[in-house]
Nanobody, 128 residues
């Protein structure tokens, strides 16, 4: 089974920045072949997709709520995806998860049910 580990969360004031990492720690996993998605779950709310990056050409997708503030990237050599979060707002508070779509790397699924393996999540708290 693919193991994903997120890190980089924490407490930050509104307007601040954080950089999340998602490392695929499973040996012999072809990280560079699959799309990676980032999701978050705010307290009392359902989990929502916020960004995704394909494997083939690095195309990216963002939810409107984070567009222009968050940047997704990947380093295939390190089996790592990053989520750079700037101009953070209190409504960005939640647990952030990364996930991998094993169906291929040419597109970004919008449904969380199309992602096959998930990390344990990292908490992001933005104070006002």
């Amino acid at each position: 089974e693919v193991q994903l580990v997120e890190s980089g969360g924490g407490l930050v004031q509104a307007g601040g920045s954080l950089r999340l990492s998602c490392v695929a720690s499973t040996s012999k996993f072809s990280f560079d072949r699959y799309a990676i998605g980032w999701f978050r779950q705010a307290p009392g709310k359902e989990r929502e997709g916020i960004s995704c990056i394909t494997s083939q050409d690095g195309s990216t997708l963002y939810d409107d709520s984070v567009k222009g503030r968050f940047t997704i990237s990947r380093d295939n050599a390190e089996s790592t995806s990053f989520l750079e979060m700037n101009y953070l707002k209190p409504e960005d508070t939640g647990v952030y998860y990364c996930a991998v779509h094993l169906g291929g790397g040419t597109y970004c699924p919008t449904s969380e049910f199309l992602y096959d393996h998930w990390g344990q999540g990292t908490q992001v708290t933005v104070s006002s």
